[in-house]
């Protein structure tokens, strides 16, 4: 049996972006885009270790720290297939050309699939998270980078994927006026705030820990202050939430006061996140909501 771990990174997400999947030092591999997102990361991670494994008659065994890859190849992938890779509620399969290869790449295999915690000391979690963030440095940077030495003798096809690989595939940016041109930092936050309340996001811890500050705090509407950990371990999707831009303020340079009033379910919230840039992108340092009466 093939025991190994795979990995997404992106820095700003969507942004530099990496993969990576690790067995050991002298077996692991990595890669990226100069411009894509975790879960495309996540997704390629896999893709590439059951490419780099297809010779060879063994049972694979993948840890990864995505939900979302797991219930994708596991659970949702055959009812997308069945429909014209088309999700329930009719829209595109996000990251459609991925899928359509992780599909290809798992006929006839024998893989099991495992969750762990990430960033929680799994140690083939964590080599192949340091490779994956590597491999998205390298991008930022303007370098490629270490390919790693992968299997002996293996055959790699990946898609050309991209963000946005569909004409109606939203990324963190849908919904800009202006789709060719560069967003402002206000908007990106407005963006990346809306993305936080996705379910495609929500869904995947890895993409949420992308988002949010190494400090994160939240004070909840009950006065309980939340710690990054304690939000990752609880997140998950939640029903649609409308999302109203009340006023955006630069508490400095590099920081942005994020205020917008969350409607859901009749009941108005008045909240504010403050988001600070970090490494060349914004994240998430501190959230809090108070109900309107």
């Known amino acids: 049996m093939i025991i190994a771990a795979a990995d997404g990174s992106a820095l700003g997400n969507p942004g530099p972006a990496g993969w990576a999947w690790y067995v050991d030092d002298g077996c692991w591999a990595s890669g990226g885009w100069p411009h894509g997102t975790n879960n495309m990361g996540e997704l390629m991670a896999v893709l590439d270790l059951l490419q780099q494994t297809a010779h060879l008659d063994e049972e694979l065994h993948v840890?990864?720290?995505?939900?979302?890859?797991?219930?994708?190849?596991?659970?949702?992938?055959?009812?997308?297939?069945?429909?014209?890779?088309?999700?329930?509620?009719?829209?595109?399969?996000?990251?459609?050309?991925?899928?359509?290869?992780?599909?290809?790449?798992?006929?006839?295999?024998?893989?099991?699939?495992?969750?762990?915690?990430?960033?929680?000391?799994?140690?083939?979690?964590?080599?192949?998270?340091?490779?994956?963030?590597a491999a998205a440095t390298a991008y930022r940077d303007g370098r490629l980078p270490d390919p790693g030495p992968g299997f002996a003798d293996s055959v790699?096809?990946?898609?050309?994927?991209?963000?946005?690989?569909?004409?109606?595939?939203?990324?963190?940016?849908?919904?800009?006026?202006?789709?060719?041109?560069?967003?402002?930092?206000?908007?990106?936050?407005?963006?990346?705030?809306?993305?936080?309340?996705?379910?495609?996001?929500?869904?995947?811890?890895?993409?949420v820990a992308a988002l949010l500050h190494p400090d994160w705090q939240e004070v909840g509407r009950s006065g309980r202050l939340w710690s990054r950990d304690d939000l990752l371990d609880a997140i998950a999707p939640i029903p649609p939430v409308d999302l109203e831009v009340v006023s955006t303020d630069r508490a400095g340079q590099d920081a942005i006061l994020l205020v917008w009033r969350a409607s859901a379910d009749g009941r108005s919230t008045l909240r504010s996140s403050l988001w600070v840039r970090v490494g060349g992108g914004w994240q998430q340092r501190f959230h809090q909501g108070t109900d309107e009466t």
Not at 177 to 203: C, G, Q
Request: charged content about 35%; hydrophobic content about 40%; proline content about 4%.
């Open 156 to 207: 790699v096809a990946h898609p050309a994927a991209s963000v946005g690989q569909v004409e109606e595939e939203p990324d963190l940016f849908s919904g800009l006026e202006a789709e060719d041109a560069a967003p402002t930092d206000e908007e990106h936050v407005i963006a990346m705030e809306r993305a936080l309340l996705s379910d495609e996001v929500r869904a995947d811890r890895a993409a």
């Open 63 to 133: 840890f990864c720290d995505s939900k979302y890859v797991i219930d994708s190849v596991t659970k949702w992938m055959k009812g997308w297939k069945r429909k014209g890779w088309k999700k329930g509620d009719g829209k595109p399969v996000m990251n459609v050309e991925l899928m359509k290869a992780l599909d290809e790449a798992m006929q006839g295999r024998r893989v099991v699939f495992e969750w762990v915690k990430g960033h929680a000391g799994h140690p083939l979690n964590e080599a192949a998270d340091v490779r994956a963030n």
